[in-house]
């Protein structure tokens, strides 16, 4: 419950955030058109985790997608000692690092990877990378010993289990 309302708040800050970027950047296009996007796909995201239904429709999305990394990791570069898409890292393989973190971060790596042994390897390659432990892993170290429980605090506080 308490994370289900924290959500909700936080897609709500997000959407207005995103509204007021799109006013903001009116005489822009282009920037007008990116922060549109942004919103459309906030939008799609809260209304399509609405049901049952659309958490099934949505995680055979995500088996099927799984599936087809698994066979390009059979028959493509990776087989050979590469990566995703060529012989060297690329954006492919920048955006499935990403995606595979937040999977591990939301608890389903384990279960979209254990049928999957080579993408299972190609997240090992791509977590072990110096750039990945930079990028990603450094900046998650203090959200979650420093922000995360400021805002555990602010939540409970605000629901009054803890006195302010």
């Given at each position: 419950m308490l994370l289900s309302?924290?959500?909700e708040e936080n897609h709500k800050a997000k959407e207005s955030i995103l509204k007021l970027l799109i006013e903001k950047h009116k005489d822009d296009p282009f920037l007008k058109q990116a922060y549109a996007k942004k919103l459309a796909i906030l939008q799609f995201t809260e209304?399509?985790?609405?049901?049952k239904e659309d958490m099934k429709s949505l995680m055979?999305?995500?088996y099927a997608a799984m599936d087809k990394i698994e066979h390009q990791l059979e028959i493509g570069p990776f087989s050979?000692?590469?990566w995703l898409c060529s012989q060297t890292y690329s954006q492919a393989d920048l955006e499935w690092s990403v995606m595979l973190r937040r999977f591990d971060m939301l608890n389903l790596g384990k279960k979209l990877l254990q049928t999957r042994p080579l993408t299972a390897r190609y997240q090992k390659a791509l977590f072990a990378r110096p750039a990945f432990k930079r990028g990603i892993t450094a900046w998650e170290h203090p959200i979650r010993q420093i922000l995360l429980p400021i805002l555990w605090k602010k939540l409970t506080c605000r629901l009054g289990k803890f006195e302010p």
């Open positions: 309302l924290f959500r209304n399509s985790l609405q049901s055979g999305t995500i050979k000692g590469g």
